[in-house]
């Protein structure tokens, strides 16, 4: 049995104090008793002997009683068996506060940040001086994962800030015991106000060796507008283009939100508006349009109006406006019209025109679409390029030349993972069909018509299929052949046509589908970075791919911060490690020396956005059979931390209950233990 101090001591005063006086009570009697001896008769002798019973049992009675009444406030216990006591070491306690933005939240406490520190230092007081302690908080910061004494935590939690990192209750568990020993006591107190969002639905597993205390704290319940996420519906950014976006934007109350004003502004210049409502607990996308954009990288940022929530009002994203979109065309006849007309006839494209016979491979990397054309004799050399470029994020389209030998092509073909030629089909004009809900048709028909006019081919190339996981048909033919497909060969895209674009082979040349196939192909081809990634969430980054000699570096810059993130060349991008360096919501500039190379932008996790909270039965049912204690805030913290930190079976209630039945038989013994008269 164990105690707590200082009601221990108190216990063995009460104890002794009583027994004191009875004592000196008794000894009063037997000093009269002896005085008195020779005027007594042998009767009074046998009453005195019951007179002396009954003072010890009375004595007795009233010592134990006082006992276990004292024992009961003193709160005695039986440690749990599956404690490893180490009292040499002391006791490890991890304190999670919860610093999301959901602690700014506020009630009659103040803010629930501040409580969350009041009730951390309250545990930590009741705790030995021979503890440990470690902090843990959303920032998940190195210096938290030592031990430190019981002053030390203390001044570490008068240094907790507002962060604006989200964790999950998962996630905080795992932190807590990557450092777990085996050779300590070890205690976990969460303090959250415990969103959903924070405990998540599925099932989650601790470690058996750590007793875990969730103390929530009570919020306000307080209504919140998001703005949640955004998208591009534009294809591809064009100079002074229309361009379309749609935000979505979620209402966290249980009242409708009534005329929610929404903003668009782009490097500061506001460029559309809209008055929003949104149903109660539902979300709701709404597309801005505009147009007149110059050229290169964009700061964007969609802004509401909602109190008194406003971390998640704005939401920050980046995009680039590009100037022109490099083509390649390599063909093995000069007076080639087709693809030089349709990529010729607008300025945003620029065509670079090559022989077949005077090919600049080194050139590939500076062009995002390259395109073969009736080539005579396509090389091993050029496969081999063809390859490294295709698998590094570059995009080719081939369009075979029919009157050469098929085995040319197949030896070509296969070089580039692609099925080889099977045999040259020639015969009366042949309709394909189109696969509509391919990803190039997007946005290509307003309405399709029933009986749509397609290409037809008389010539055309049948191909050896072996493995078509990786294929994809536009245009297809007869007999389960394709006239167009799209075959997705490491980070980039290879597009092999049946037939060639000569008049005597078919209409696809001339077709009215020829030019928005293309002009798709090549928009595809342009890499497109995400528009924002959230801070404390995504510590990778990806970009173009860039070239660096060996003695340059990157570097991600803002007003008042700069880093410089490990590069990983990865094919067709670069991939960008930050680790958690980032912890602010806007917007910061790659650069390579004093060279722009992109802006990114960053938000804040909207997990934080939901304020509805978990109660004792949703948190406890993650656990299932798994022993943990819930504890609201406004219990005391010193009886919760005799609960938490012993897991124990208390025997107060026992002691409270005998006291009562040892009062009762001192009493008993006064009222009916009655002398005869002739004492």
Not at 195 to 201: D, L, P, R
Not at 327 to 350: G, H, M, T, W
Not at 504 to 522: C, S, W
Request: aromatic share 10%.
């Amino acid at each position: 049995m164990n105690f707590l101090y200082p009601g221990f001591l108190f216990a063995l005063l009460a104890i002794a104090i009583p027994i004191v006086i009875h004592l000196f009570n008794f000894r009063k009697f037997k000093k009269v008793y002896f005085s008195n001896v020779q005027f007594l008769s042998a009767v009074k002798e046998q009453n005195s002997s019951r007179e002396k019973l009954k003072h010890l049992l009375v004595l007795l009675s009233r010592i134990l009683a006082i006992v276990f009444l004292v024992l009961a406030f003193a709160r005695p216990f039986i440690p749990s068996s599956n404690q490893n006591v180490n009292n040499a070491s002391g006791t490890l306690i991890s304190i999670y506060i919860d610093n999301s933005y959901s602690m700014e939240s506020l009630n009659k406490e103040g803010s629930l940040l501040e409580e969350a520190k009041r009730k951390a230092k309250e545990i930590v007081n009741s705790y030995a001086l021979t503890d440990q302690f470690r902090l843990v908080t959303n920032d998940f910061e190195g210096k938290h994962q030592q031990a430190v004494n019981k002053e030390e935590l203390i001044s570490m939690l008068d240094g907790i800030k507002i962060s604006t990192a989200a964790r999950s209750l998962q996630q905080v568990m795992n932190r807590i015991e990557t450092d777990a020993s085996a050779n300590k006591n070890e205690a976990a107190y969460l303090i959250s106000d415990f969103q959903q969002t924070f405990v998540g639905k599925k099932p989650i597993k601790k470690n058996e060796s750590v007793d875990y205390s969730f103390i929530k704290l009570n919020a306000n319940s307080l209504p919140n507008i998001s703005v949640d996420s955004v998208w591009s519906i534009s294809p591809v950014h064009l100079p002074n283009q229309p361009e379309q976006f749609v935000v979505q934007l979620g209402n966290y109350s249980e009242e409708d939100a009534i005329d929610i004003p929404l903003q668009l502004t782009i490097n500061k210049q506001q460029k559309a508006i809209s008055n929003v409502k949104i149903a109660a607990g539902k979300t709701l996308k709404d597309t801005l349009s505009f147009s007149g954009l110059k050229g290169g990288w964009q700061k964007a940022t969609i802004t509401i109006k909602d109190f008194p929530l406003t971390f998640d009002d704005q939401l920050n994203f980046s995009f680039k406006v590009a100037q022109d979109l490099n083509v390649l065309s390599i063909s093995s006849n000069s007076s080639e019209k087709y693809i030089r007309s349709l990529f010729s006839a607008d300025p945003y494209f620029k065509l670079t025109e090559m022989q077949e016979s005077n090919i600049r491979y080194s050139a590939f990397e500076d062009y995002s679409l390259i395109v073969l054309n009736s080539l005579k004799e396509p090389s091993s050399g050029l496969a081999q390029q063809l390859k490294l470029y295709v698998e590094n994020g570059g995009s080719v389209v081939v369009f075979p030349d029919l009157d050469v030998n098929a085995a040319t092509y197949t030896s070509f073909l296969t070089s580039l993972s692609l099925p080889g030629v099977q045999q040259l089909n020639i015969g009366p004009a042949i309709a394909s069909t189109i696969d509509l809900k391919h990803s190039i048709f997007n946005d290509v028909f307003e309405q399709v018509p029933q009986n749509i006019d397609l290409p037809v081919v008389n010539r055309y190339f049948s191909y050896a299929e072996r493995n078509s996981s990786n294929k994809e048909n536009i245009l297809k033919l007869p007999l389960n052949r394709f006239l167009f497909a799209r075959y997705n060969i490491g980070a980039g895209k290879i597009y092999l046509s049946a037939s060639s674009l000569s008049d005597k082979d078919g209409n696809m040349a001339l077709h009215p589908v020829f030019v928005p196939l293309m002009f798709k192909i090549a928009f595809a081809s342009t890499k497109e970075q995400p528009l924002y990634y959230t801070t404390g969430k995504d510590n990778l980054l990806e970009s173009e791919r860039i070239s660096l000699s060996g003695n340059q570096s990157l570097k991600l810059v803002s007003e008042d911060f700069e880093v410089i993130p490990e590069v990983r060349q990865t094919p067709g991008k670069t991939l960008l490690y930050i680790a958690d360096q980032v912890k602010r919501a806007g917007f910061y500039d790659l650069k390579k020396a004093e060279e722009l190379l992109s802006v990114v932008a960053f938000n804040d996790d909207r997990l934080e956005s939901d304020m509805h909270y978990a109660d004792e039965n949703e948190v406890k049912a993650l656990f299932g059979k798994q022993n943990i204690a819930f504890y609201n805030s406004k219990k005391d913290a010193l009886s919760m931390n005799v609960e938490l930190k012993n897991k124990s079976s208390e025997l107060w209630k026992l002691c409270l209950i005998l006291a009562v039945v040892f009062l009762a038989i001192e009493i008993v013994l006064i009222r009916f233990f009655k002398l005869s008269k002739n004492i």
